[in-house]
């Protein structure tokens, strides 16, 4: 999809996973898992852009950052260079 193209309401797998810039796997992935659902039409599947969307605002709601950790620095061992 190039970015002068208006993004259809319906996306095919591999449009799905250019939207998402993610691979078709992926796709066939969050649709196992319900995340995503889509429709048969024919022999393509089809997918709403405004459930991608849904997805992806819900996952951004749900995204809490881990603390970082502060990592130990590491101690140079002292050389007395006159000794």
Not at 24 to 39: A, F
Not at 41 to 56: E, K, P, S
Request: glycine fraction near 2%; charged fraction near 30%.
């Amino acid at each position: 999809m190039s970015a002068n193209t208006a993004i259809p309401p319906v996306l095919s797998i591999d449009e799905a996973a250019d939207y998402l810039r993610a691979s078709r796997e992926h796709v066939y992935n969050l649709l196992r898992r319900g995340e995503l659902t889509s429709v048969r039409a024919g022999h393509r599947r089809l997918i709403r852009r405004v459930d991608i969307d849904t997805m992806l605002e819900k996952a951004a709601e749900d995204f809490k950052p881990r603390p970082r950790q502060q990592r130990p620095r590491p101690v140079a061992p002292s050389i007395d260079i006159f000794a």
